[in-house]
């Protein structure tokens, strides 16, 4: 399946859940070529064909004490200053979390020159070694062989 394939595929599901003419019901567009598109059309991929998956969002989060204040001669400015909260998901943990066929698979998304951290790693043989599959997807086409061997 191309990534053309899987923008048709989810039309027709689509077009199958609305009342709306199918002139009217948008078409996604799918990308390989930065991590969101891929990781974004990975988990299209597997919820459409009878899996799920779900995006890992492991970043924390900026909580933002600043004020703008206003001096005696009318002057704006920002006082303060901004906390970063680290997250509280499992470091190094994969972008996607699915399951395909009764299977626990963790996805890394990789694109470019982009390299798995020692966390990551890590997190890969964790995975491994309590009996789950873990891909690396650097291209779309990787990603549907890798997930034709399951």
């Given at each position: 399946m191309t990534l053309k394939d899987l923008s048709i595929f989810k039309w027709h599901k689509d077009c199958e859940k609305t009342l709306m003419p199918p002139d009217y019901v948008p078409k996604d567009k799918f990308t390989d070529a930065t991590a969101n598109g891929l990781?974004?059309?990975?988990?299209?991929?597997i919820n459409l064909t009878g899996g799920q998956a779900e995006r890992i969002s492991s970043m924390g989060r900026v909580i933002d004490g600043r004020k703008v204040v206003t001096n005696y001669l009318g002057q704006t400015g920002l006082i303060g200053s901004q906390t970063y909260i680290p997250g509280t998901s499992t470091k190094g943990t994969a972008d996607i979390s699915a399951i395909i066929k009764g299977k626990s698979v963790k996805i890394e998304v990789k694109i470019g020159k982009d390299k798995m951290s020692q966390a990551q790693i890590q997190?890969?043989?964790?995975?491994?070694?309590?009996?789950?599959?873990?891909?690396?997807?650097?291209?779309?086409?990787?990603?549907?062989?890798?997930?034709?061997?399951l």
């Open positions: 990781t974004k059309a990975i988990c299209t991929f997190y890969k043989a964790n995975v491994e070694r309590a009996g789950g599959i873990y891909i690396i997807a650097k291209t779309w086409d990787g990603f549907i062989q890798e997930y034709i061997k």
